[in-house]
């Protein structure tokens, strides 16, 4: 193994974005028992660390792929393509309409109705985002334009954990 290799490398996966996650999941807990600090325990305290540097990075690689949105960001960055969500916001105009009006939505939801019409809108959205995403890594090679659609998911993402925070108001007795 290399700490340096790339997660998909890491855990012996396919470097696509769709992936199956029972595999993932059965690729890390077979390393995670391979490389668990206390398998090393009888070989001292250095043999520890660098076993704990590994369960670190295998941890780190885990959980990067399970999560669609890091994934996809993920893979665009080994196609020298970085999303840079944090400087780089530009947005196709259209998108950042729905947006705006996604957002006065749910400030003018006067019920746990309205909150929840929104938010089957924006997961059908997401859905139809990550199917995108889906299409333009695995099919058509095309990081660039995945990556603005990781930005434009990035968004929604924030979005539905305000629209779920709305409904847990509604819930909670608002």
Same mark, same amino acid.
């Given at each position: 193994m290399n700490l340096d290799a790339d997660d998909?490398? &890491?855990l012996g996966l396919p470097k696509t974005f769709t992936l199956d996650r029972a595999q993932l999941d059965t690729q890390w807990k077979t390393l995670q028992a391979q490389v668990h600090p206390d398998r090393f325990a009888a070989e001292g305290a250095a043999a520890q660390r660098v076993a704990m540097q590994w369960a670190v990075r295998v941890n780190e690689a885990h959980q990067r792929l399970k999560d669609p949105l890091k994934r996809a960001a993920y893979l665009c960055e080994l196609s020298g393509v970085p999303v840079q969500a944090e400087n780089n916001t530009a947005m196709p105009g259209?998108? &950042?309409m729905q947006q705006m009006m996604w957002r006065e939505a749910l400030e003018e939801a006067g019920s746990l109705k309205d909150v929840e019409a929104l938010a089957s809108e924006v997961h059908t959205q997401r859905k139809a985002r990550l199917a995108r995403v889906t299409d333009l890594l695995d099919v058509q090679h095309n990081a660039a334009l995945a990556a603005q659609e990781v930005r434009a998911l990035m968004?929604?993402?924030? &979005?539905g954990d305000e629209i779920d925070q709305r409904i847990e108001q509604y819930e909670d007795g608002l």
């Open positions: 998909f490398t &890491l259209d998108f &950042l968004f929604i993402e924030r &979005l």
